[in-house]
């Protein structure tokens, strides 16, 4: 074993047993970790991720909870919720809702114009310039 791989599961170890001492973790994660430190590596498999409505292998944890941050956030439009909701749902897929071809260039540059609508510092001009390019690109404004 490689000192790297052999820091790797020392670190491991280490997270387990802090999960053990942690009053915010549950007693299920209490319980894989305590699974995970008598060596039964086995049963402590990472479980699939619950979004209440469906479980999707193509959707990170991270990407699932940004959804679910959505719901949850007062900042957010309606509009963002109602999307967030349908995705989790399994009602959507998150490529309906994605602007452009899907490039990702592509999409943080329309998101650019997107933003440059709702910036009170920029002028009509600028903002009308916007509107052209987003229209352009098949995105309602």
Known sequence: MSSTQQTHEHRVAGGHKAALHNPNVSEEAKERSRQYLEGDTAS???????????????????????????????????????????????????????????????????GGYKATLKNPNVSEEAKDHAREVLKDNGVDA
């Open 44 to 110: 402590t498999e990472p479980a699939p991720v619950e979004t209440g409505g469906m479980v999707d292998d193509s959707m990170s944890g991270n990407t699932i909870g940004g959804y679910k941050a959505t719901l949850s956030n007062p900042n957010t439009s309606e509009e963002a919720k109602e999307k967030a909701r349908a995705i989790l749902e399994g009602e959507a897929d998150p490529s309906d809702y994605a602007p452009g071809t899907g490039d990702a260039h592509t999409n943080r540059v329309l």
